[in-house]
C-alpha cells in the first residue's frame, strides 16, 4: 500500500472515531446542565458545576463569559473536546436564548448530530421547535432527551404524541421511565428489557448511583409504577415504537431517553447510545456540487469566531470543522475565498474558556486558531485539492438601534469594537448615509444581542456607548435603483450592511413594506 494509501485509511479510521453533536433545547431546559454532566461521565471534570456554582461547586465551563455565569445562561457557542471509550466527542454547546439563534444556526451546519432536549414539564417550547426546523432543513439526525425527569410533569406517553404530531418525527423510546415524572425510580432498557435503578449522588455533583436489578425485585419494589410502566411498554411494542437506524440517520425518527441532567440520571445511557448510533464524519457538499470524502486532502471551514476569549491575550479565535483530511498544526493552508496561504502556528484544542496547544485533528474536530484575523465566519480552508464549500446563511435582522460613543478620546476604539462585534456575528453593522461612520446602526434578530454588543465594548474595549433605537421591525435586499425609489418615501430608510456591501430597505412592519412595494412594481425587494 503506497504511503498516500495508507495516510488516507489512517483519516478513515480517525474519523470513524469522531462524534461531533449539538445539545439544542429551549432557555432552561437544562442545556448547559446536561453539557456538564456528559463532560462528568466522561471524567472530562470532577464534579458537574450547577450554574449558579454553590459552595467550592464552579459554574458551568463551557459558560465562560462573565455575563453568562452572572446570568445563568449561554449567549456564544461554546466547543468541547474529549474523549469517552475510545471515542472523540466533539460536543458544541449553543446558545439556548432565542435571540441567538443566528450563533445557533452557524454552529448546526458543523455537526453530524444533535440531541434535543425537552423540559418534561413543557414538552416542545418554540424556541425547540425553531432549532429543530433548522436541524430537518439540513436532515441533521436527533436524539430526543426527556430531562427534569425528577420534577413534575407531563405524561411519558403524552410527550411521545407531541413529538409524533408536532413536529412529525417518530418516536423511538429506547429507555423507558419506571415512575411518573416526580417520582423517577430508573429506566427499562427496551432493546434488553433490563432495568437499571437510579439514585442522586448526594450533593447531585457527582455520578448517579446505579443498580441493575431483576424484574422480580422490581416488581416487588416499586409495584404499581412498574406495573404502568410495562403496560406502557407494551402498548409501545404495539404501535411499532421501536428504533430504525435508517430512519434515524434520515431524520425520520428519533430515539428517546428520559432522565435528569441535573442530578446525572439516565446521561451514562445517553452518552453510550451517542457513541453507538450517532453518525460519524461523513463527505460533505461543496459549492461546485460534489462531496469531499473524509479522506481526501485537508479541509474546513470557520463557523464561529470569538475574540477576547483570552483577556490577558486580547486574541481572536476562528472555530473551525474539520471536514477531510488530517490538519497538522503549523501547515500552510489556502484560503479559498481569495487563494493567499494562511498558517496555522497557532493552533488550539478548546474546552470552555480553557484551551491547550493541539498538534493534529481530523474530521469531525473543532480546532481554534488564533490570531485568525483575516478569517471571517464562513470561510473555507484547504490544503492539497482545492475546495470551496456553501456560505453560512444569516438570520434577517428585526430590530435596529444606532450605537455611538460621547467619547471623542475613546473612538479608534469604538470603531475596533464594533469591527470586531460584526465579524463575529455578534450583530450586523449598517452604515446609514444620513448619520455617518461615527454613529453607524446595529441590526440585530433579538433585542439581547444589543445588550451583549454594549457590555462587551465597555468592558473589553472600554468604551460607553450610547444606544438609539430605530422603528423599524423589517429589512429586505434592495439595489441602487431601489434606494433611489425609496428616497421619495416615508418612514423607509436604506442603509448598506458592512460586511458585504449588501443594500438593505428598512420598514416599520411588512405593512408599510407591502404598500411601498405596490406603489413601485418595478422595486427589488427580496426578503
Given at each position: 500500500?503506497?504511503?498516500?494509501?495508507?495516510?488516507?485509511?489512517?483519516?478513515?479510521?480517525?474519523?470513524?472515531?469522531?462524534?461531533?453533536?449539538?445539545?439544542?433545547?429551549?432557555?432552561?431546559?437544562?442545556?448547559?446542565?446536561?453539557?456538564?454532566?456528559?463532560?462528568?461521565?466522561?471524567?472530562?471534570?470532577?464534579?458537574?458545576?450547577?450554574?449558579?456554582?454553590?459552595?467550592?461547586?464552579?459554574?458551568?465551563?463551557?459558560?465562560?463569559?462573565?455575563?453568562?455565569?452572572?446570568?445563568?445562561?449561554?449567549?456564544?457557542?461554546?466547543?468541547?473536546?474529549?474523549?469517552?471509550?475510545?471515542?472523540?466527542?466533539?460536543?458544541?454547546?449553543?446558545?439556548?436564548?432565542?435571540?441567538?439563534?443566528?450563533?445557533?444556526?452557524?454552529?448546526?451546519?458543523?455537526?453530524?448530530?444533535?440531541?434535543?432536549?425537552?423540559?418534561?414539564?413543557?414538552?416542545?417550547?418554540?424556541?425547540?421547535?425553531?432549532?429543530?426546523?433548522?436541524?430537518?432543513?439540513?436532515?441533521?439526525?436527533?436524539?430526543?432527551?426527556?430531562?427534569?425527569?425528577?420534577?413534575?410533569?407531563?405524561?411519558?406517553?403524552?410527550?411521545?404524541?407531541?413529538?409524533?404530531?408536532?413536529?412529525?418525527?417518530?418516536?423511538?423510546?429506547?429507555?423507558?421511565?419506571?415512575?411518573?415524572?416526580?417520582?423517577?425510580?430508573?429506566?427499562?432498557?427496551?432493546?434488553?428489557?433490563?432495568?437499571?435503578?437510579?439514585?442522586?449522588?448526594?450533593?447531585?455533583?457527582?455520578?448517579?448511583?446505579?443498580?441493575?436489578?431483576?424484574?422480580?425485585?422490581?416488581?416487588?419494589?416499586?409495584?404499581?409504577?412498574?406495573?404502568?410502566?410495562?403496560?406502557?411498554?407494551?402498548?409501545?411494542?404495539?404501535?411499532?415504537?421501536?428504533?430504525?437506524?435508517?430512519?434515524?440517520?434520515?431524520?425520520?425518527?428519533?430515539?428517546?431517553?428520559?432522565?435528569?441532567?441535573?442530578?446525572?440520571?439516565?446521561?451514562?445511557?445517553?452518552?453510550?447510545?451517542?457513541?453507538?448510533?450517532?453518525?460519524?464524519?461523513?463527505?460533505?457538499?461543496?459549492?461546485?456540487?460534489?462531496?469531499?470524502?473524509?479522506?481526501?486532502?485537508?479541509?474546513?471551514?470557520?463557523?464561529?469566531?470569538?475574540?477576547?476569549?483570552?483577556?490577558?491575550?486580547?486574541?481572536?479565535?476562528?472555530?473551525?470543522?474539520?471536514?477531510?483530511?488530517?490538519?497538522?498544526?503549523?501547515?500552510?493552508?489556502?484560503?479559498?475565498?481569495?487563494?493567499?496561504?494562511?498558517?496555522?502556528?497557532?493552533?488550539?484544542?478548546?474546552?470552555?474558556?480553557?484551551?491547550?496547544?493541539?498538534?493534529?485533528?481530523?474530521?469531525?474536530?473543532?480546532?481554534?486558531?488564533?490570531?485568525?484575523?483575516?478569517?471571517?465566519?464562513?470561510?473555507?480552508?484547504?490544503?492539497?485539492?482545492?475546495?470551496?464549500?456553501?456560505?453560512?446563511?444569516?438570520?434577517?435582522?428585526?430590530?435596529?438601534?444606532?450605537?455611538?460613543?460621547?467619547?471623542?478620546?475613546?473612538?479608534?476604539?469604538?470603531?475596533?469594537?464594533?469591527?470586531?462585534?460584526?465579524?463575529?456575528?455578534?450583530?450586523?453593522?449598517?452604515?446609514?448615509?444620513?448619520?455617518?461612520?461615527?454613529?453607524?446602526?446595529?441590526?440585530?434578530?433579538?433585542?439581547?444581542?444589543?445588550?451583549?454588543?454594549?457590555?462587551?465594548?465597555?468592558?473589553?474595549?472600554?468604551?460607553?456607548?450610547q444606544l438609539n433605537h430605530l422603528p423599524y421591525e423589517v429589512a429586505a435586499r434592495t439595489d441602487a435603483a431601489g434606494r433611489e425609489i425609496l428616497?421619495?418615501?416615508?418612514?423607509?430608510?436604506?442603509?448598506?450592511?458592512?460586511?458585504?456591501?449588501?443594500?438593505?430597505?428598512?420598514?416599520?412592519?411588512?405593512?408599510?413594506?407591502?404598500?411601498?412595494?405596490?406603489?413601485?412594481?418595478?422595486?427589488?425587494?427580496?426578503?
Amino acid at each position: 500500500m503506497s504511503q498516500n494509501a495508507l495516510a488516507s485509511s489512517g483519516v478513515a479510521v480517525q474519523a470513524g472515531r469522531r462524534r461531533t453533536f449539538a445539545v439544542i433545547s429551549h432557555p432552561d431546559a437544562g442545556k448547559s446542565t446536561m453539557t456538564e454532566a456528559l463532560a462528568l461521565h466522561a471524567r472530562v471534570i470532577g464534579q458537574a458545576g450547577a450554574v449558579h456554582g454553590k459552595g467550592d461547586r464552579k459554574g458551568v465551563v463551557s459558560d465562560w463569559m462573565a455575563m453568562e455565569q452572572q446570568r445563568g445562561i449561554s449567549i456564544t457557542s461554546a466547543a468541547l473536546q474529549f474523549s469517552y471509550r475510545d471515542t472523540v466527542i466533539n460536543l458544541l454547546d449553543t446558545p439556548g436564548h432565542a435571540d441567538f439563534s443566528e450563533d445557533t444556526y452557524r454552529v448546526l451546519t458543523a455537526v453530524d448530530s444533535a440531541v434535543m432536549l425537552l423540559d418534561a414539564a413543557k414538552g416542545l417550547e418554540p424556541q425547540t421547535l425553531k432549532l429543530f426546523e433548522v436541524c430537518r432543513q439540513r436532515s441533521i439526525p436527533v436524539m430526543t432527551f426527556i430531562n427534569k425527569w425528577d420534577r413534575p410533569g407531563h405524561d411519558a406517553l403524552a410527550l411521545m404524541d407531541e413529538i409524533e404530531q408536532r413536529i412529525g418525527l417518530k418516536p423511538a423510546p429506547l429507555t423507558w421511565p419506571v415512575g411518573i415524572a416526580g417520582q423517577f425510580h430508573g429506566v427499562i432498557d427496551r432493546r434488553t428489557g433490563v432495568f437499571t435503578r437510579m439514585q442522586r449522588s448526594p450533593g447531585g455533583a457527582d455520578l448517579a448511583i446505579e443498580e441493575e436489578m431483576s424484574a422480580e425485585e422490581a416488581a416487588e419494589r416499586y409495584g404499581a409504577d412498574w406495573v404502568t410502566a410495562n403496560e406502557e411498554l407494551e402498548l409501545l411494542a404495539m404501535t411499532e415504537a421501536d428504533y430504525d437506524e435508517k430512519e434515524f440517520l434520515a431524520a425520520k425518527s428519533t430515539p428517546v431517553l428520559f432522565g435528569a441532567a441535573v442530578a446525572n440520571l439516565g446521561v451514562r445511557q445517553l452518552l453510550n447510545l451517542l457513541l453507538e448510533l450517532a453518525p460519524p464524519p461523513s463527505a460533505r457538499p461543496t459549492v461546485a456540487g460534489t462531496d469531499r470524502p473524509v479522506d481526501s486532502s485537508f479541509s474546513g471551514f470557520v463557523f464561529k469566531m470569538q475574540a477576547n476569549m483570552n483577556r490577558t491575550h486580547r486574541d481572536q479565535v476562528a472555530f473551525v470543522r474539520v471536514c477531510s483530511g488530517r490538519f497538522e498544526r503549523g501547515m500552510i493552508v489556502t484560503h479559498a475565498g481569495t487563494g493567499r496561504p494562511f498558517t496555522t502556528k497557532y493552533a488550539q484544542q478548546i474546552f470552555g474558556q480553557g484551551r491547550d496547544t493541539i498538534d493534529e485533528a481530523y474530521p469531525g474536530d473543532v480546532i481554534g486558531l488564533v490570531n485568525a484575523t483575516a478569517l471571517g465566519i464562513g470561510d473555507t480552508l484547504y490544503a492539497g485539492d482545492p475546495v470551496q464549500y456553501p456560505p453560512l446563511p444569516s438570520f434577517p435582522p428585526e430590530h435596529f438601534a444606532v450605537v455611538s460613543t460621547s467619547d471623542t478620546s475613546a473612538f479608534k476604539r469604538f470603531r475596533r469594537g464594533i469591527e470586531q462585534l460584526d465579524g463575529e456575528g455578534v450583530v450586523q453593522v449598517l452604515r446609514s448615509e444620513q448619520r455617518g461612520d461615527q454613529s453607524p446602526v446595529l441590526a440585530a434578530v433579538g433585542p439581547m444581542q444589543f445588550e451583549v454588543a454594549t457590555y462587551r465594548l465597555e468592558t473589553e474595549f472600554g468604551v460607553k456607548v450610547q444606544l438609539n433605537h430605530l422603528p423599524y421591525e423589517v429589512a429586505a435586499r434592495t439595489d441602487a435603483a431601489g434606494r433611489e425609489i425609496l428616497r421619495t418615501e416615508s418612514n423607509v430608510e436604506v442603509m448598506t450592511r458592512v460586511r458585504d456591501d449588501t443594500l438593505l430597505a428598512l420598514f416599520p412592519h411588512k405593512w408599510r413594506m407591502r404598500t411601498v412595494a405596490g406603489r413601485h412594481p418595478e422595486l427589488r425587494l427580496d426578503e
